[in-house]
T-cell receptor
Framework: RKEVEQDPGPFNVPEGATVAFNCTYSNSASQSFFWYRQDCRKEPKLLMSVYSSGNEDGRFTAQLNRASQYISLLIRDSKLSDSATYLC????????????FGRGTSLIVHP | SAVISQKPSRDICQRGTSLTIQCQVDSQVTMMFWYRQQPGQSLTLIATANQGSEATYESGFVIDKFPISRPNLTFSTLTVSNMSPEDSSIYLCSESTGPGYTFGSGTRLTVV
């Protein structure tokens, strides 16, 4: 089993739709989780950290389910500009701050 | 979070040669990371570079092929040695002062 797994998609949704991505991780001791966004030919950029209690930033909601070892990202009211690849990142346990990246989920928002 | 300047942004190199990629951070950072991202794939960690000690390489990556320098807390280099077409990829550096990780803009390497 890979350390971090994501459905590569693509998810093809109309503007205004709500879309959700999941990411599973294999090491139950992992403590830090993030969602990154990567545009074509660009470097990844932090979208949001994922906290145990769940967190929201505008149209984006991130949640952590430790029992089932997955994190999720929900995007409401999708915009054309949300089209990108969304990378799930899980830090190795032990406080090392060494990240493991999922392969990413591609989102295409169409008019 | 820190800002990282990475160069070169792209290069086309002959097989058998070496290329050194540089990353300059605008503040002092303890840990820097080097990644490779092949087309359609996610980021694969090559090594972790701490100032004053040898880099720690991930499985499948060795110092002879990817020597790394970390002379101070704001700078690091990665060399791709004796290149072959299989080394064609995007190489990225990052740091972890938080939150999360900040990346350089990447080096797109093509080996011919």
């Amino acid at each position: 089993r890979k350390e971090v797994e994501q459905d590569p998609g693509p998810f093809n949704v109309p503007e205004g739709a709500t879309v959700a991505f999941n990411c599973t991780y294999s090491n139950s001791a992992s403590q830090s989780f993030f969602w990154y966004r990567q545009d074509c030919r660009k470097e990844p950029k932090l979208l949001m950290s994922v906290y145990s209690s769940g967190n929201e930033d505008g149209r984006f909601t991130a949640q952590l389910n430790r029992a089932s070892q997955y994190i999720s990202l929900l995007i409401r009211d999708s915009k054309l500009s949300d089209s990108a690849t969304y990378l799930c990142v899980v830090n190795r346990p032990g406080g090392s701050y060494i990240p493991t990246f999922g392969r990413g989920t591609s989102l295409i928002v169409h008019p | 979070s820190a800002v990282i300047s990475q160069k070169p942004s792209r290069d086309i190199c002959q097989r058998g040669t070496s290329l050194t990629i540089q990353c300059q951070v605008d503040s002092q950072v303890t840990m820097m990371f080097w990644y490779r991202q092949q087309p359609g794939q996610s980021l694969t960690l090559i090594a972790t570079a701490n100032q004053g000690s040898e880099a720690t390489y991930e499985s499948g990556f060795v110092i002879d092929k990817f020597p790394i320098s970390r002379p101070n807390l704001t700078f690091s280099t990665l060399t791709v040695s004796n290149m072959s077409p299989e080394d064609s990829s995007i190489y990225l550096c990052s740091e972890s002062t938080g939150p999360g990780y900040t990346f350089g803009s990447g080096t797109r390497l093509t080996v011919v």
